[in-house]
Structure formats: structure tokens, C-alpha cells
């Protein structure tokens, strides 16, 4: 994995390039791919190149993926529209888009994400990264439409469960990614690409509370400020009555933002080769003979890793 570029200088070592990134998001049900959108953004090693939304919804997401990038000031980045799927409805930040209209969007939006994620792996003049943080119909359908994509491209995912299932259980679960999809996952996993997964047994545990949480949440920084508005949306949309609601002292589990460390470094993690089936439940199993990929197991060391959140979804706060 490639870590960060140190700072420019006189004698200092020229900057790393920065990693080509796809970005294929479920954006708008579980809110930790809004905190990973806001990382992904802040993540100076990373360029975005395409943010295309997956599992149906693709209106609804689309919207959020756009009104995020133009809030950030990234309408250099355009949105592809994944799949229209019989997965109806949208999801706990619909308020935050209720008046957004999307053809009003200063970037590009593709209607046919399938397309512009295909075009945008083979323009790149670099390997692409796609950092994929949901369940994977769009990308399986690109990857049918045009197999080739997968000699251009490497996946880092946050999907699975391989000995650690939701909440730190010892008991591996058919984690959503993989479960909400598992023929799509299956071919995805299959493919001749190389792929690394954050599973639950290094995603699952990862949230802010405290100061941590509070710098966020108290920040002016116009990328934190989405982040926490969506999130008040979204956690009062979870909130059930009579009790407590999260949003005031902590985040949700952060899930996705692990992929997007993946995407540069793995160096606050402990990375296993491993081979790795997807079942027709949507377990993810060691199994002897299948195709190896890179599984962060353990952490060496969390507590970094929420620093450098913290840090960088801030930042603005610094040159205010």
C-alpha cells in the first residue's frame, strides 16, 4: 500500500502521485458513507475521479453524493447514477436533499453510472483504485458489460465478516455489503483483480465519541458541517421512542471510512492473504483453493486512524 507523500521542500523527496479513486456508494442509508465520503475528500493522497452509487435509489443518491461535492466545493467531481433497481424509497437524509434539484448540479452527471465508471477505469492514465462501500450490483454489472475493466483496476472494499462479526462477536455474520447482494459480491470477488477488504472484524468497532466527536460535531469546517447535519437527519429518522438519541454524544460505527484508509495505507492495521469465498448465504469463508485477497484482521492501533478523522475533517477549522 502507498502512505502519504512527505510535505514539498528544497531537499525533500518528491510527493507520492496521488491514487486515481472510483468512488461506488449505497450513499443515503446507513450514514457512515457520508463520513466516508467527507474523508475520502479530505484524504490528500486520494483523487477522485467518479463518485457512482450503487443499490438502487440512484435519484436519491445521486442527489446526496452532488449537494455533499458542491457543499465541499469538489463539483469537479461527477456523479454516474447506478442501477434502477425494485429497491424503493429513500432513506434517513432525504431531508437534507428534499429541495435539492439535481439537473442543477455545476458538475457532470452521468444517468448511466454503469458507463462513466467503465470510461472512467479505462481514461485513467494510472491503475484506478474503486473504493466500493456498498453492496455491488452496479459494479457487477459493469464488470459483465466489460470484463476488461478488472486488468485496469484494483478494489478496496468494506465488506465481510471473516472471524468477527457486527458488535465485536466472536460469531462471523453475513455482513449487509455482501448479504444485501451476494450473486453481484460473488462476482465481484471472483474477478482477476486484486482486492482488499476492511471486514467487520476491523470495521466494526469504529466510531468517535467524546472530544473526539465534539470537534467534529462543533466544527465550521463546511465538510464536517454536512457530515454532522446529515447525521442529525439520519440518526432522528433511527431515533425510536424513548430512547436516547446517539447523535448527541457520539457518532454511529463508521464502517466505510476503514476502505478509505485502505485505499492509501495499511499501516495501523494487521493485513492477512487470505482465501476467501463468497457463500450463497453472504458469508464471506476462508476456503482452501480460493482466490487470495488482502484482509484487514486486527488493528495494530485504532486510536491514530481517529485522530487523523478528527484532523482532517477539520481542518478548515485551522485557516478560519
Known sequence: MLAAGAPGGVNAAPKAKKIPVILDTDIGDDIDDTWALGLLLRSPEL?????????????????LAARFLEVAGRTDIPVGMGLETAK????????WVR?????????????????ALIDTVHTSRDPITILAIGPLPTLAAALKRDPGIAAKARIVGMHGSVRVGYGGSKTPH?????????????AVFVAPWEITITPLD???????QGERYQRIRQSRDPVAAAIIENYRHWSAA????????????????LFDTVAVYLAYSDALLKMERLPIVVD???????????KSINVA????????????????LTSRDKKR
Request: neutral net charge; hydrophobic residues 30%.
Open 280 to 290: 450463497n448465504e453472504g458469508f464471506t469463508v476462508i476456503r482452501p483453493g480460493a
Open 238 to 253: 433511527q431515533k425510536r421512542p424513548n430512547q436516547p438519541d446517539p447523535f448527541e454524544t457520539r457518532s454511529s460505527t
Open 297 to 312: 484482521t486486527e488493528w495494530k492501533d485504532m486510536a491514530p486512524f481517529q485522530d487523523l478523522m478528527v484532523q482532517r
Open 202 to 208: 476491523t470495521c466494526g468497532t469504529i466510531d468517535l
Open 99 to 115: 429541495d435539492y434539484n439535481l439537473n442543477r448540479y455545476p458538475g457532470k452527471v452521468y444517468a448511466d453510472g454503469v458507463q
Open 88 to 95: 424503493k424509497g429513500e432513506g434517513g437524509q432525504s431531508a
Open 174 to 186: 453475513a455482513e449487509y455489503n455482501v448479504k444485501q447482494d451476494v450473486s453481484a459480491c460473488q
Open 47 to 63: 483523487d477522485v475521479k467518479l463518485v457512482v452509487t450503487d443499490d438502487g435509489k440512484p435519484l436519491y443518491r445521486a442527489k
